[in-house]
Each structure stands twice: as C-alpha cells, then as structure tokens.
C-alpha cells in the first residue's frame, strides 16, 4: 500500500504513478496533476480534503484549518449546529477521518448509553386476528373479500426509526472508510451490534427524516456528525472498475454553507429578511438562471446580493469571473452594490467600482485561523458593515438631480433632459459634450 500526503495551499508532491491513476485522481477532483515523463507526476492539492483510495494507493489531504475547527465549520453547513463548546475534544488530530470517526464514535456511545431510541412507525401487513385498522379497499381486491388473513394497518413501538438507521448507516461507512485506526473500528463493530435490530437505508438514497425533540436530545450531536458522514464527499468503488473509495470534504461548499447560514442569520438579526441560493434570472425573458448565494431583502426590496468564495474562481481565459457574476447580480436585482466574501489568506479585501456604472463590487475577508467565537464575530461585523453601505447606497441614490435638469437611463442611453424637453443624449458611460 502506497501512501502520499498532502497539504490544502501547500507544495507539489513528485512521485511515480502508474497508468491511469493520475487520471482517477483528477476525476475525483482530489489533486490537479502535470505529467513529468516516465510516469512521474507532479501532485497540487484542491480544495478538496480528507482521504480517497484507490486500488492501493491512499492520498490523504490535510486541510489549512485545524480539524476541530473543520468540523465546526461543517456542523454549520450540515445546519446541525453542535452544542458548544463542540462535539468532542480532539485534541491536535491530524487527519479529517480519523478524528471524524472518533468524534463519531465517542458521541454515539454517549447516546446509545442509556438503550436504542425508540418510536412509533407506521407498519403495512397481514394478521389473522384484526390490530390497528383494517385496509378495507386491499383486502377486497387483493383477499377477494374472504375473512382471512387480514389486510391491516396499525403503528408499532420499534428501534427501526429514522435516528437509529442513520447512526446504523454512518458505522457501515466508517467501517468501509482508510484511515480509522484499529481502537476506533473495534467501538464501530460493538455499535454496529447494538443497533443490529435496525433496518438498513438503501444505498445512494436520501436520508430518512427526524425532527429534533426533547426525546431524542442526546442524539443531536451524534445525528449531525452522521449526517455529515453519510452527506458529504463519500466516494464509492464502482464494480468492474479500480477499487476507489474515502471521504472528500469540498472547502469551498463547506465556506459558501457556513457563510450563507451565519451571514444570513445575523442580516436577519438587523432587519429583513434573506434568501439562500435565491432562484432570479438575469434576462427579462428569463432564459438565463442566476442564483446568489445570499439575497438580503428589506420590505420585499432586495438590500443587498452576496456571493461566498473560498477562493477567487479563476477559469482558463475569464480570470475575474467573481467580479462578473457580482455585477451580473446588481445589475439583475437593481442594486448599486455586490458584495464578495472569500477565506482570508486566499484573496484580500478590496473594492471595484465599475467603470460606465453606478455599481461598487466590494470584496470582504474571514480569518478562519481564529477561534469559532471571533469567526461568528467576525459575522456580525460584516452583517453591520453590508448594512451600512446598503443603507448609504440608497440614500445616494435616491437624491433628486438638480430642478433644471435631469437624467433618465433606457435602452443603453442616458437622456439629459430640461423641463421643456430633451437637451442631449449620450451611450451611458461616455461623456456627453
């Protein structure tokens, strides 16, 4: 078994790959990779972390942040907000699943301590004496009408419950998982055997249901960290193919959740209220889908469009994509301001103000290095700052122009106009003389 390491931000690795491994590696979007010649490759990790095996080479890539501080991260952009100050202590671990199976682990135990969850589920089957209520309409036409047996209906006080079959499915996956040290796999069997009364969840399905509840209290935290387990960056071996399987965490999805959640929560906090992944189109015809990660709308009237980044997006031939999908945002929603907010260390903050526009592009950062209380803070002042520039953009915008004179934009032209009629008309941006 070959084993390479990486850092997120961090050098290239060179090594000797065989045929067609660089290109699974590529493929699951783990490393970007430059041929050397005679099969060596130099590896650049992206910005995805964690680990993927496949056949037998292992790449683990180890995240800039530290990994309590990823899962905190994670916790948020699950929207299963772990109970301060978070779901155990980990210490100084230096791989993601390692310490995600053991965090695992340790809250699970916690919450199976005290016996299996249980509740009520609605069952479908065949009695011979009537229990619950009888499906008159099934036993006519499937039973013909004859007495026996009895087509019914009834609830039943199980352990195969929506909690326990994501605990249940969450141990099978760690189980499959490189990377979970001997300790911890020996605890995720004896769990295994605890909820060996459950149900198993169909594979690539979605996630049964639960709803948080006095009840099932001591689960939350150990549901959250399945959730994220079982929701995020599993990578399955596909039959007939090279053995591939780990768990791949995408940085920039995890830094758009956590912003769009926090940032939305404390806009809301001022006033308003805010959309996530808000559904517009930029064309009248509607042919063109936009969907900002954040629209903050006071009074129906959209405030403010904000897009996270956990770095600048910087596609071949279109290297200031952000700043063109920002003002494709104000200019869409009718604003005078975009904003842009990237992981410090990745980008710097700054502002654009857009030649032939009326539109400001400001570029706002978060030091994710510090402590998850200064990061929230960090969201609250970012909040405030949004508002006020919001709030100073309407009121400059909003002034009348001089009694005598005045402008009205249409059409790619803007008319100055007397009273009497218009005076000139100019391409909006030029100057007109």
């Known amino acids: ?252 999805k995890v830094f758009e959740n956590f912003v769009t959640a926090t940032l939305g929560r404390a806009l809301e906090a001022i006033a308003g209220r805010c959309s996530a992944q808000d559904p517009f189109t930029l064309d009248e015809d509607g042919d063109v889908a936009i969907r900002p990660d954040l629209v903050w709308r006071i009074s129906d009237r959209p405030a403010a469009a904000i897009d996270a980044k956990y770095k600048a997006e910087k596609p071949y031939g279109f290297p200031q994509a952000d700043l063109y999908q920002a003002l494709a945002y104000a200019t869409a929603y009718g604003l005078h301001e975009a904003h842009l907010v990237y992981a410090k260390g990745n980008e710097t903050a700054r502002a654009w103000t857009i030649r032939g526009h009326r539109v400001r592009i400001t570029a706002h950062t978060l030091d994710l290095e510090q402590p998850p209380e200064s990061i929230l803070q960090q969201i609250d002042q970012l909040a405030a700052l949004i508002a006020s520039i919001s709030r100073a953009s309407r009121l400059a915008n909003s002034r009348p122009a001089p009694a005598f004179f005045r402008t009205a934009v249409g059409g790619g032209l803007v008319t100055l106009s007397l009273v009497a009629g218009p005076l000139l008309s100019a391409p909006f941006g030029e100057k007109a003389l």
Request: proline share 6%; net charge neutral; charged share 25%.
């Open 1 to 252: 078994m070959t084993e390479l390491h990486l850092q997120e931000g961090g050098p290239e690795l060179v090594c000797h790959l065989r045929e067609g491994l660089a290109e699974r590696l590529v493929e699951a979007g783990v490393v970007s990779v430059v041929p050397l010649g005679v099969g060596r490759w130099e590896l650049r990790a992206n910005q995805k972390v964690g680990v993927i095996r496949i056949d037998n080479v292992t790449v683990w890539v180890k995240p800039k942040v530290s990994i309590s501080k990823l899962l905190w991260l994670l916790g948020w952009s699950s929207k299963a907000f772990f109970t301060a100050p978070g779901p155990v202590e980990l210490g100084e671990a230096e791989e993601l699943v390692p310490a995600l199976a053991e965090a695992f682990v340790a809250q699970s135990e916690r919450a199976l301590q005290a016996g299996l969850l249980q509740g009520y589920r609605e069952i479908e089957g065949t009695e011979n004496v009537l229990r619950g209520r009888l499906r008159i309409g099934d036993q006519l036409r499937k039973r013909y009408g004859l007495p026996v047996p009895l087509l019914v209906r009834f609830d039943d006080h199980l352990v195969d419950i929506p909690e326990n079959q994501i605990l249940k499915a969450a141990v099978n996956k760690l189980l499959m998982l490189s990377g979970v040290a001997g300790g911890v796999r020996d605890r995720l069997r004896t769990l295994r055997g605890v909820l060996v009364d459950v149900g198993e969840l169909p594979p690539r399905g979605p996630l049964p249901t639960w709803q948080r509840s006095r009840l099932n209290a001591r689960h939350h935290d150990a549901l959250a960290l399945a959730e994220i387990i079982l929701g995020n960056g599993s990578v399955e071996h596909e039959p007939g193919r090279l053995r591939v399987d780990g768990f791949l965490v995408d940085l920039a």
